[in-house]
DNA sequence: ACATCATGCGTACAGTGTTCGCATCGAAAG
DNA sequence: CTTTCGATGCGAACACTGTACGCATGATGT
């Protein structure tokens, strides 16, 4: 053996020389992203993501100054999935902004995670691609027609409507994936829970028994769908009195 | 020295014979109510509110199963503070429900820790006062008109606005709530950040530059109520055809 | 007087986000 | 080619968290 072998770390012992390439913001984001779309919120921990990119927990904050802040860029990558159209000409704005908040819909539903942070996004978080969803969706009411004191509003409305019904379903859907059965399973395996707390309350259960054998999913297009119809319509009255 | 006096615990070192009530599921609740309305949901812990109640942490547990159903427990407790119209003849049906509305913001503006858990009320929680409020409300739109096979639907629509509207501005009022400056206060320091973020979308700032003068709690009020009006006016339209 | 049972609580465990200081690297500078 | 230096990875540690377990103690029923 030459003396020149260190004694404290030999070849076997010293970690290889790095091949991996570094660490990037982009990296952890996507990581994180995929992890939450697999195991749920509450299983998103720095030390899982750090083994999942094959790094200490530690190493992540070299990138990140805190879990905080990683959601807050988590949040606004996946505000960059949806395209919102932005070229409209006023006779087809309904359509358009149908379609906006159909996209915004089916985001939520991807990753139902994101749902409870959705209400901070606007003056809260302010990335970059909320705000460029954010302006291309006021564009279409700008260009249906709204005065420009009301577009703000208009647009809040919509918002808020499609924040609330996401929320919901993103919350009911979350909670179905941690029981590990299907949409149809659950719904089928709470009914009884669900007749026994409604006995007092027989008009909450009329709707629902009624549609017993329909696919669930299928409700629940139809039911925002139909929201969405509703608030578009209060919205629509305002332009042509 | 009798003899009769245990070494190991002196009369001056055991604890006071237990002069407290025994505590109830209610005092927790109540106690946690506070504390959450006081420090917000993450400064909510277990040995924090045994303290506030004089109580070891772990004796929580004997009246509560987990801290989850906890917070259920306290969010159904919230669902029970506005009082719903029950009784409504068909032509008031918009001010009942516009009452409802109201009171429905006004409990989530008092207590904006709920608004993540809002959107899971309904079939995930099932507490009793949750059942109550959503069956009053229902009654409100039965007597309005619709058809058994639209109510839900209906009311699903006006539910999905509030929760939306009630979830941003609760987020809004959180942070601020936790920077410990008043809301106007806060808007004024955001606003460098704010023009320089938006400097890309200038449509985003016309808006809210408009307005800048005004008091911001009162720009809140003015959105909620515009939306709500174009919600109902959308329902509505659906009666008189 | 004794047995039974619900309740309070000290201890402990696995897990969290985050800080700190040290080791190691790639690239620039002499 | 050598030396320096800032950026990066990471092991150890800290203050916390929710909660399971077992023991002590109180009130209650016989």
Chains 1, 2 share one sequence.
């Not at 020149?4 to 010293?14: G, I, L, Q, Y």
């Not at 941690?178 to 009884?192: D, F, M, N, Y």
Request: aromatic share 6%; proline share 6%; no cysteine.
């Amino acid at each position: 053996m030459p003396a020149d072998e260190k004694p404290t770390a030999s070849v076997w012992t010293r970690p290889r020389p790095r091949q991996r390439e570094h660490l990037t913001r982009e990296q952890i984001v996507a990581e994180a992203i995929r992890l939450l779309d697999a195991e749920g919120v509450e299983e998103l921990s720095m030390r899982k993501l750090g083994t999942r990119l094959g790094t200490a927990a530690t190493s992540l904050y070299r990138h990140v100054a805190s879990k905080d802040e990683l959601i807050e860029l988590v949040v606004d990558d996946v505000y960059g999935e949806p395209d919102v159209p932005t070229a409209v000409d006023g006779t087809r704005w309904r359509a358009a902004v149908t379609r906006t908040a159909t996209e915004l819909r089916a985001m939520t539903l991807r990753h139902p995670w994101i749902a409870p942070e959705l209400g901070q996004v606007g003056l809260v978080h302010i990335g970059p691609n909320a705000m460029r969803m954010s302006s291309a969706l006021l564009a279409q009411f700008e260009a249906a027609g709204f005065p420009a004191d009301e577009m703000d509003q208009a647009m809040g409305t919509l918002m808020a409507y499609v924040i609330g019904i996401a929320t919901a379903e993103a919350a009911y859907l979350s909670l179905i994936a941690r029981s590990g059965k299907t949409e149809q399973e659950w719904v089928a395996g709470l009914r009884p829970a669900f007749d026994e707390a409604t006995r007092e309350h027989p008009r909450l259960r009329a709707g629902s028994s009624a549609q017993q054998d329909v696919h669930p999913q299928r409700i629940r297009d139809d039911n925002f769908a139909y929201g969405l119809d509703r608030v578009l319509d209060g919205l629509t009255a305002r332009l042509t009195p």
